[in-house]
């Protein structure tokens, strides 16, 4: 059953790269299923994400089975505009360190996916845990932001089901 947050309003949410590139490993017989729920929802509007994932996904393409071009149809009602995001991922990159080391030329999107998350009232879906890393649900803890892992989104979501 749909989850719904404080207001009463069915849940929203923030997908993170880790979520999208997990699908096919921990869903092997049932991802397109899963896709088609994830659709689904980005038509009605309670799942988002931002471009710097997409990217991520390009970069990841072999292993993300490329998930880029699936979500490729559904730009534009997909993408929360992360340019607004500036200045609250820059505190939160901060706060933060570890989400993007300094080393890395690459601008990371975790920070902007909290940001956004915290902005728009959404709960990011990460899995972070599926690698072995739990920056995400850390940072997610420390702003207060909600944060589920993949196979909690899709069992609230009844994604296996269709």
Known sequence: MALSDSSGSLRSYILDTSSIMAIPYQFPHTKDTIWNGITRLIEAGRLKSIELVIEELKRHAVSAENAHVRLEPYKDCLLIPWHPLLTRAGVIA?????????????????????????????????DESYFHRRKMPAACQQFHVPCV???????DENLELG
């Open 149 to 155: 892992r993949l196979l909690d989104f899709v069992s």
């Open 94 to 126: 901060h706060d933060c360190s570890y989400l993007s080391p300094p080393n890395n030329p690459r601008l990371k999107a975790d920070p902007f996916i909290i940001a956004a998350a915290e902005v728009h009232n959404l709960t990011v879906v990460c």
